[in-house]
């Protein structure tokens, strides 16, 4: 016993002797204990001397702020403006299920403070709608009218909210171009956002995935991008497909299949990336992608970039970062994720679209820059995209609807994470965070609220209106949560852009035209392939694209247009809106079309030229066929939608506003999404700029009255 | 601990084999190099990665903060804060790697040190020759007699420092060449190795100890003298050698020290470590 103990001292000693010889040992730390101390100083030294700037030049920042005359919150009637846009909450579900008690929190909401209808806008479109929230006017004054505007010059589509182009100055060296000057990155959505307004005054805004905000515009606050942001590939979201089933690999609407063959349990295939624009002949850059099955397990593992990891069957990865070089020494980094479905007897695996990594953004997501690379740092990664719901890959049935709420509601994590970050980091100022959460839900689970819909016949449909009601009781607990971290000087607008109908039957607005003698095909074709491929232009008189518009073929605006402006042009839009509004359904002789908005008829604006000459308002159950808004015209004019993407609101404005709670009362009965913008400046004491069209809702000299006696 | 020593001597020895006529600076290269490999991949297999990387990532997202939040003082003086406290956490999950390191660091460097800490003797250069003999012993009366060889020349009569149990000698180095000085002592004999004019990167031993564990490990030039010799230590003053940048004399474990971590952060990348 006394040995042993005497053996174990003696252990311990020489464990303590080498300790303390090796810090007299000429102070040497060694290079292991020097990576970590080096770190660390440098770290320590840094913030030293940041915190010594910091407290030196805050005097000198104030100071200069009071010279510039911006004592930017003295006038200002709260602390803090929170508004929460909750994308297509649609308010006869609101108030079915808080008539049924289930939203405490919206029920609270209503009771002391507003709940009503808001008026959205024509046509009632997230891209549409959100512009028109930011920037207080109709869409003649921010050009946006669609996610697509169309080319006149050759009848192709175009994104409607930015232009990705290629740098201007290149130089030319074997087979590279090397780009001497930056891709122009233009923003096309006009006029200003209240925020910007409210920077300029001093006001700090931390605004979070608001449709059309990429690319991002410089104001004073952070600001992160949401829909309309692309992935790498520069498209508004292109998922990948692996299958071994050669059954499986068709043609799909949207995003790649790569048919794989299984050898030996292991696959080699590729990650499909963006077109390498450094070289004169651009060609996919490709990633070598490794997948070896253990079906006995029902795991794979994969090798990709450098990197091993497992995954068992029916899970999604974490966020895999990638690296693609499209040579001379450049690197694009994006984010993925992979969701294995199947692996015996065949193969199937679903990659997410590749996001743009926050952290090396190779396009700008953020204002200023770092902040989107602050957020990964601080919040892990998250996913960049715009449209970040992959709702054509549960279209394409790639993932089943189990698995298409799992990545929806991990994305939805990762923006209330950023969203109670910036909530906690605001002490003034404006927290805006747009959830498409809501929006993607809805359009993709709707037809378990219609009996008739005709996606319900599809085998994947195996779940119950049961998700939308959770998902507005989620939303409900977020309001929650919300309420629980305002101060008493804090004012919450939660909001939706527009409501929510059911999407039964499709209306090919270009075969209906084609049918009654407005668009005509190249002799001998019946029929024409997307994009108008075999639509005679020299005998067209009008076509539709996009989501709701129709455009009169007009000479001199369209390449190939033929009717006259003026007379002719009036005549046509006459005979057309006589012809489509009531438009019925052959089928079951139901409304179709409710009503043809003419944009002379809507309220003007410097960018009206560039609004569709029609936006057609259709009626509950409907909307423009799959077909008809990628320009494909053929004899049949209305189609059962027998896809999930069950509910829509690119309809008749009239028939889905969206819903507007405020923790204040308001001064008006029907709030439109205009009227959020001047609100905003108002509360801050800012004036209304007299180009808005919206009104200012809070009575401001009566605002927390009614608070008196409920604070918490 | 001989056994070990000559084993650990040995790898040195041959690592530098092909370096040995080339300026120090390029053992010392190769010598950093293959250290900042060896650590990283300690540090990679010893120390939490994932906490590492977090906690890195931290302290980034935290910095950024100072930045993105430049108008508010309290923000600033959170965000400084946060660093203090994920730095210690950082220094934390380093702990584990640093004393696993720590053994074969202090090996590796012991070792080093008889290659880059002295320079060989020049022909006809002077140097101390000192004995320390154990306690007990009447120094006066011992009889310590020196043989040299031609290449080496005793100058003097031993001087008896009785306080310090000490005797000393003025040694000559006459030619070059690695040569034995033999000392006799009650009937035993035993050796001790002079340097003179080696090549640049050479090993030195200047002092050769009596068995014992502590005296061994930081002397493993030369076997240990038997315990049955009453003498506990011979030591050769080699001059200092330092290392020569453009005319600045600097330590070689500065060098080391430098070299080292700048390896081990230029290839962390390729070794995927996060460090």
Redesign the interface.
């Given at each position: 016993m006394g040995k042993t103990l005497l053996k174990k001292q003696k252990q311990l000693s020489l464990v303590f002797f080498f300790f303390c010889l090796a810090l007299p040992l000429q102070a040497y730390i060694g290079p292991g204990a020097g990576f970590a101390f080096l770190s660390s100083f440098l770290v320590l030294f840094l913030t030293f001397l940041l915190a010594i700037f910091s407290f030196l030049s805050w005097p000198f920042r104030f100071l200069f702020r009071l010279i510039r005359g911006q004592r930017a919150y003295q006038k200002s009637k709260i602390n803090k403006l929170v508004i929460v846009g909750l994308d297509g909450l649609e308010p006869i579900l609101v108030e079915k299920f808080m008539s049924a008690g289930k939203l405490p929190h919206f029920s609270e909401l209503k009771k002391d403070g507003t709940y009503k209808h808001l008026q959205t806008t024509t046509p009632a479109i997230s891209p549409v709608a959100w512009s028109s929230f930011m920037t207080g006017t109709h869409p003649s004054k921010h050009n946006i009218f669609d996610f697509l505007s169309r080319d006149p010059n050759n009848y192709l589509p175009d994104l409607s909210s930015a232009r990705i182009g290629k740098p201007k100055r290149i130089l030319s060296l074997g087979k590279y171009n090397i780009p001497l000057s930056k891709p122009e990155i233009r923003g096309l959505r006009k006029s200003l956002p209240f925020w910007k307004i409210l920077g300029d005054k001093g006001i700090f805004s931390t605004i979070l995935r608001v449709p059309i905000t990429f690319p991002p515009e410089k104001f004073s606050g952070h600001l992160l991008s949401g829909m309309c942001a692309p992935d790498l590939k520069g498209s508004q979201g292109t998922f990948t497909f692996y299958t071994s089933d050669e059954e499986n690999v068709k043609k799909r609407e949207e995003g790649i299949t790569i048919p794989v063959t299984i050898a030996e349990n292991k696959i080699e295939t590729y990650i499909s990336g963006p077109e390498n624009s450094l070289l004169k002949k651009e060609e996919e850059l490709r990633l070598p992608l490794t997948i070896t099955l253990d079906k006995e397990k029902e795991e794979v593992c994969l090798e990709v970039s450098n990197q091993n990891f497992s995954m068992k069957k029916n899970t999604f990865s974490d966020w895999i970062r990638l690296t693609f070089r499209p040579g001379l020494g450049m690197k694009i980094k994006a984010i993925c994720k992979f969701y294995v479905s199947q692996i015996s007897p065949h193969f199937e695996m679903y990659l997410s679209p590749l996001n743009i990594d926050p952290e090396k953004p190779a396009l700008p997501i953020s204002h200023p820059f770092i902040y989107s690379v602050y957020l990964g740092k601080l919040l892990g990664s998250f996913i960049t995209l715009g449209e970040a719901n992959d709702t054509w890959a549960l279209n394409e049935e790639i993932l089943s609807e189990k698995a298409f709420l799992e990545f929806t509601y991990a994305n939805h994590q990762e923006w209330e994470n950023m969203f109670f970050n910036a909530l906690e980091k605001t002490k003034k100022g404006v927290v805006t965070c747009v959830f498409e959460t809501t929006d993607s839900i809805q359009h993709m689970f709707w037809r378990y609220l219609d009996e008739k819909h005709p996606a319900l016949k599809s085998p994947q449909a195996s779940m119950s209106s049961k998700v939308i009601e959770e998902l507005y009781q989620e939303m409900d607990e977020l309001v929650g949560r919300i309420l629980d971290k305002l101060d008493k000087k804090s004012v919450l607008v939660v909001m939706s852009d527009h409501g929510f109908k059911s999407f039964r039957r499709g209306i090919n607005l270009n075969s209906w035209l084609y049918v009654n003698g407005y668009l005509s095909l190249k002799e001998g074709k019946t029929e024409s392939d997307e994009w108008f491929k075999d639509v005679d232009w020299g005998k067209t008189k009008a076509y539709a694209l996009g989501l709701g518009g129709i455009y009169i073929n007009q000479a001199g605006r369209e390449a190939q247009g033929i009717v006259q402006p003026g007379e002719e042009t009036k005549s046509l839009k006459a005979e057309l809106a006589a012809k489509l509004n009531g438009l019925k359904d052959d089928e079951n002789g139901a409304t179709a079309i409710n009503h043809i908005f003419d944009r002379e008829e809507l309220p003007p604006g410097p960018y009206q030229e560039n609004c569709p000459d029609f936006l057609v308002g259709y009626n509950d159950g409907y909307r423009v066929s799959w077909d008809s808004v990628t320009g494909k015209v053929n004899n049949i004019v209305f189609v059962d939608n027998p896809k999930a993407w069950s509910g829509d609101h690119c309809i008749d404005p009239r028939i889905v506003p969206g819903v507007f709670f405020c923790t204040q009362k308001i001064k008006t009965d029907k709030p439109s999404i205009m009227d959020i913008a001047p609100t905003a400046l108002e509360l801050f004491g800012i004036q209304v700029p007299k180009h808005m069209d919206g009104h200012p809702l809070i009575d401001v000299q009566n605002l927390f009255s009614d608070q008196k006696g409920k604070e918490k | 601990m001989w056994i070990f020593n000559s084993i650990f001597g040995k790898i040195f020895e041959i690592i530098f084999i092909p370096f040995r006529s080339l300026s120090p600076w390029v053992g010392m290269t190769l010598i950093s190099l293959l250290?900042?490999l060896l650590?990283?991949l300690?540090?990679r297999y010893t120390s939490n990665q994932e906490g590492i990387r977090k906690v890195?990532?931290?302290?980034?997202?935290?910095?950024?903060?100072?930045?993105?939040?430049?108008?508010?003082?309290?923000?600033?003086l959170k965000a400084?804060g946060n660093?203090?406290r994920s730095?210690i956490k950082?220094?934390g999950?380093?702990g584990k790697?640093?004393?696993v390191?720590?053994?074969p660091?202090?090996l590796i460097?012991i070792q080093l040190n008889f290659w880059f800490a002295y320079q060989s003797l020049q022909p006809g250069e002077i140097t101390i020759l000192k004995v320390k003999v154990q306690e007990g012993q009447n120094i006066l009366d011992l009889e310590l007699k020196i043989e040299p060889p031609r290449s080496l020349a005793i100058e003097t009569l031993p001087l008896r420092i009785e306080e310090q149990q000490e005797i000393n000698w003025r040694l000559r180095a006459k030619e070059g060449g690695l040569h034995s000085l033999v000392f006799r002592i009650n009937g035993q004999s035993f050796v001790k190795k002079v340097s003179v004019a080696q090549k640049p990167l050479s090993r030195i031993s200047p002092l050769r100890v009596r068995r014992n564990f502590?005296d061994e490990l930081f002397n493993p030039g030369e076997a240990p003298i038997s315990k049955d010799i009453p003498v506990k230590s011979i030591e050769v003053k080699y001059p200092n050698k330092n290392m020569n940048l453009f005319g600045w004399h600097i330590?070689w474990?500065i060098v080391?020290?430098a070299l080292?971590?700048i390896?081990?952060?230029a290839l962390k990348g390729v070794l995927?470590v996060e460090?």
């Amino acid at each position: 016993m006394g040995k042993t103990l005497l053996k174990k001292q003696k252990q311990l000693s020489l464990v303590f002797f080498f300790f303390c010889l090796a810090l007299p040992l000429q102070a040497y730390i060694g290079p292991g204990a020097g990576f970590a101390f080096l770190s660390s100083f440098l770290v320590l030294f840094l913030t030293f001397l940041l915190a010594i700037f910091s407290f030196l030049s805050w005097p000198f920042r104030f100071l200069f702020r009071l010279i510039r005359g911006q004592r930017a919150y003295q006038k200002s009637k709260i602390n803090k403006l929170v508004i929460v846009g909750l994308d297509g909450l649609e308010p006869i579900l609101v108030e079915k299920f808080m008539s049924a008690g289930k939203l405490p929190h919206f029920s609270e909401l209503k009771k002391d403070g507003t709940y009503k209808h808001l008026q959205t806008t024509t046509p009632a479109i997230s891209p549409v709608a959100w512009s028109s929230f930011m920037t207080g006017t109709h869409p003649s004054k921010h050009n946006i009218f669609d996610f697509l505007s169309r080319d006149p010059n050759n009848y192709l589509p175009d994104l409607s909210s930015a232009r990705i182009g290629k740098p201007k100055r290149i130089l030319s060296l074997g087979k590279y171009n090397i780009p001497l000057s930056k891709p122009e990155i233009r923003g096309l959505r006009k006029s200003l956002p209240f925020w910007k307004i409210l920077g300029d005054k001093g006001i700090f805004s931390t605004i979070l995935r608001v449709p059309i905000t990429f690319p991002p515009e410089k104001f004073s606050g952070h600001l992160l991008s949401g829909m309309c942001a692309p992935d790498l590939k520069g498209s508004q979201g292109t998922f990948t497909f692996y299958t071994s089933d050669e059954e499986n690999v068709k043609k799909r609407e949207e995003g790649i299949t790569i048919p794989v063959t299984i050898a030996e349990n292991k696959i080699e295939t590729y990650i499909s990336g963006p077109e390498n624009s450094l070289l004169k002949k651009e060609e996919e850059l490709r990633l070598p992608l490794t997948i070896t099955l253990d079906k006995e397990k029902e795991e794979v593992c994969l090798e990709v970039s450098n990197q091993n990891f497992s995954m068992k069957k029916n899970t999604f990865s974490d966020w895999i970062r990638l690296t693609f070089r499209p040579g001379l020494g450049m690197k694009i980094k994006a984010i993925c994720k992979f969701y294995v479905s199947q692996i015996s007897p065949h193969f199937e695996m679903y990659l997410s679209p590749l996001n743009i990594d926050p952290e090396k953004p190779a396009l700008p997501i953020s204002h200023p820059f770092i902040y989107s690379v602050y957020l990964g740092k601080l919040l892990g990664s998250f996913i960049t995209l715009g449209e970040a719901n992959d709702t054509w890959a549960l279209n394409e049935e790639i993932l089943s609807e189990k698995a298409f709420l799992e990545f929806t509601y991990a994305n939805h994590q990762e923006w209330e994470n950023m969203f109670f970050n910036a909530l906690e980091k605001t002490k003034k100022g404006v927290v805006t965070c747009v959830f498409e959460t809501t929006d993607s839900i809805q359009h993709m689970f709707w037809r378990y609220l219609d009996e008739k819909h005709p996606a319900l016949k599809s085998p994947q449909a195996s779940m119950s209106s049961k998700v939308i009601e959770e998902l507005y009781q989620e939303m409900d607990e977020l309001v929650g949560r919300i309420l629980d971290k305002l101060d008493k000087k804090s004012v919450l607008v939660v909001m939706s852009d527009h409501g929510f109908k059911s999407f039964r039957r499709g209306i090919n607005l270009n075969s209906w035209l084609y049918v009654n003698g407005y668009l005509s095909l190249k002799e001998g074709k019946t029929e024409s392939d997307e994009w108008f491929k075999d639509v005679d232009w020299g005998k067209t008189k009008a076509y539709a694209l996009g989501l709701g518009g129709i455009y009169i073929n007009q000479a001199g605006r369209e390449a190939q247009g033929i009717v006259q402006p003026g007379e002719e042009t009036k005549s046509l839009k006459a005979e057309l809106a006589a012809k489509l509004n009531g438009l019925k359904d052959d089928e079951n002789g139901a409304t179709a079309i409710n009503h043809i908005f003419d944009r002379e008829e809507l309220p003007p604006g410097p960018y009206q030229e560039n609004c569709p000459d029609f936006l057609v308002g259709y009626n509950d159950g409907y909307r423009v066929s799959w077909d008809s808004v990628t320009g494909k015209v053929n004899n049949i004019v209305f189609v059962d939608n027998p896809k999930a993407w069950s509910g829509d609101h690119c309809i008749d404005p009239r028939i889905v506003p969206g819903v507007f709670f405020c923790t204040q009362k308001i001064k008006t009965d029907k709030p439109s999404i205009m009227d959020i913008a001047p609100t905003a400046l108002e509360l801050f004491g800012i004036q209304v700029p007299k180009h808005m069209d919206g009104h200012p809702l809070i009575d401001v000299q009566n605002l927390f009255s009614d608070q008196k006696g409920k604070e918490k | 601990m001989w056994i070990f020593n000559s084993i650990f001597g040995k790898i040195f020895e041959i690592i530098f084999i092909p370096f040995r006529s080339l300026s120090p600076w390029v053992g010392m290269t190769l010598i950093s190099l293959l250290t900042g490999l060896l650590m990283l991949l300690i540090f990679r297999y010893t120390s939490n990665q994932e906490g590492i990387r977090k906690v890195k990532n931290k302290i980034k997202a935290h910095l950024l903060e100072l930045r993105l939040f430049k108008d508010s003082l309290a923000l600033s003086l959170k965000a400084q804060g946060n660093i203090f406290r994920s730095n210690i956490k950082y220094i934390g999950y380093s702990g584990k790697p640093l004393l696993v390191m720590i053994v074969p660091l202090i090996l590796i460097l012991i070792q080093l040190n008889f290659w880059f800490a002295y320079q060989s003797l020049q022909p006809g250069e002077i140097t101390i020759l000192k004995v320390k003999v154990q306690e007990g012993q009447n120094i006066l009366d011992l009889e310590l007699k020196i043989e040299p060889p031609r290449s080496l020349a005793i100058e003097t009569l031993p001087l008896r420092i009785e306080e310090q149990q000490e005797i000393n000698w003025r040694l000559r180095a006459k030619e070059g060449g690695l040569h034995s000085l033999v000392f006799r002592i009650n009937g035993q004999s035993f050796v001790k190795k002079v340097s003179v004019a080696q090549k640049p990167l050479s090993r030195i031993s200047p002092l050769r100890v009596r068995r014992n564990f502590i005296d061994e490990l930081f002397n493993p030039g030369e076997a240990p003298i038997s315990k049955d010799i009453p003498v506990k230590s011979i030591e050769v003053k080699y001059p200092n050698k330092n290392m020569n940048l453009f005319g600045w004399h600097i330590h070689w474990i500065i060098v080391y020290f430098a070299l080292s971590i700048i390896f081990g952060f230029a290839l962390k990348g390729v070794l995927k470590v996060e460090i």
